[in-house]
DNA sequence: TTGTATGCGTTATCAA
DNA sequence: TTGATAACGCATACAA
């Protein structure tokens, strides 16, 4: 049934040159019709797949993305991570691309990973996530010309590569609007430190929402680290002050915490992310589109490595999440 | 700084022959010690990296070894996978390997992809996870020949392949004793219905722990369907009967579920799995060595591939989970 | 429109 | 112990 098919298997087959295989595969517009049907239906007849190797000896290109995958460092957010992925492996192989994993701690490391996936394999591509203030892996990555996308944008530095990324706000600016449309005055909003280019972001929408509903939103924010005891305490903290009746948080995490400030002053909670602790404690929460992000993702990359980098097309892309509605608010 | 330093560019540097380099890289021991230390100065100085297609080609061999990404289907267990794919990339680049990613719905669909990985990369071996009841993937990696490994033991079938698993009935067993020593006399058991080989092997540790201590299971035993609405059915049904003190389950969704029985009858409850859900409300759990694991994973498999196939060394690995102490038992 | 020749970077075979 | 040569499978320039 097998023993290599090679260009040469079907051109004998279908008694032609190895050329004219070739060429169907890689200039069909060159073969007269009823050779290509010819070499078509030996192709097919034989599974022939066109061997990577030889070709990326050729063409300089492997056809192969590299992704870092990251320890599911805090766990609850982790779990995104997963299903980017998937979206991306899926995304890629129609469009002939396959993934590769690597990892590496911290950004100089990274990049030293960088420099040798590209000698040894030659991979064409990099998809990064978790861009952050000062990434050094961007700007090592453009100077060397490599193409690369990020899922998240460049926070703070000029937009110079392509990247897709979720529009925070509007999610957490969704996620107040139904809390008002459920008749909520008080509205509070619990996240993460100022400086955080995705916190501060998730922050904005709550805000805007409150302003847009001609809501005070004053006295109703707390900015703390990311985990469940902390998201606890700053809901205690605001029930006791400005008493809210409800609470947009910046993660799942703070708003779990939030969940259990107090169990006989139950307020709306709504997180964000829906992640699996969601899920599991019914919590509503909005919910990144992961799955298109990254079809996103191998989209510009594949625009950019068929060479249609000048089409004009957008380089940048913004998605809404949307709200996912369960019992908690 | 670049500029695709071959082995001819080492060649030169280090005023040897091509293949005098190659030697150097692949029977070391065919060159004089002061020839070899030439060149692998040359090879430090040029920063060369073997181009892993053009090896290929001459050898036949990648170095890619192939996973594949679920979605994270229920959400709760899925997170698993992804440190497990950690694990795997972590242990795979030391030995020289990558991870590349695929992704498939149903084992017909994913033979069709390994035969498709295989044409067009040549992956030298695949590692497989959810390993079921008359599983089509193993006998058809087995007829053709390819090695693989699968994280998972092959639930009743002979295991011909080598395999690296958790011991699930050494986790419940552990979690069942830390139970009994605390006091416990009625332990009860919620988990899924017969049949499923990993569900059967984390009750089975129950039950011996059980009747080891001399204490009478029956009755304490419940078997649904994995959820946290069936968990909690499961065990507000179990206190209404036998009134079990305490709760061991077969999953975190289970557990969680057990853990809202009843807010006025407090029980103590142990989940299986250690997911993030667990460490979000403090539920204690069994956690599996998903980095040991994926480093055995590797480790058989580069035994496979390095040809050692025959050095009498166990196929398989059986790995103990262990109890993460939380508040909830 | 089709066929011939060449080279990508490496390793295996063989000769020096 | 080292070096020359061929071959892996494919794609490109060029000739027919």
Redesign the pocket.
Known sequence: MSG????????HHA?????????????P????????G?VLAAIETLG?????????????RSRLIAVRIEPANDGINGSILDRFLHGLTEAAAPAGYRIMLYTATGDDNEIATYDDLLASYDLDAFVLTSTHHGDARTTWLAEHDIPFVTFGRPWGAPDRHPWVDVDGAAGTAEATERLIAAGHRRIGFIGWPTGSGVGDNRREGWYAAMRAADLDPSGLERRVDDGVAEGRRSAQDLLAGAGPTALVCASDSLALGALRADARAPVAVIGFDDTPVAQAISLTSVGQPLAESAASCVELLARLLDGDTHSGRPQHVLLRPHVVVRDSG
């Open positions: 290599k098919v090679t260009i040469a298997t079907v051109a008694q032609v040159s190895r050329q004219t295989v070739s060429n169907v595969l890689n200039s517009h060159l073969v007269r019709e009823e050779t290509r010819r022939y797949r066109a061997n990577q190797a030889a070709r990326q000896m050729r063409t300089g």
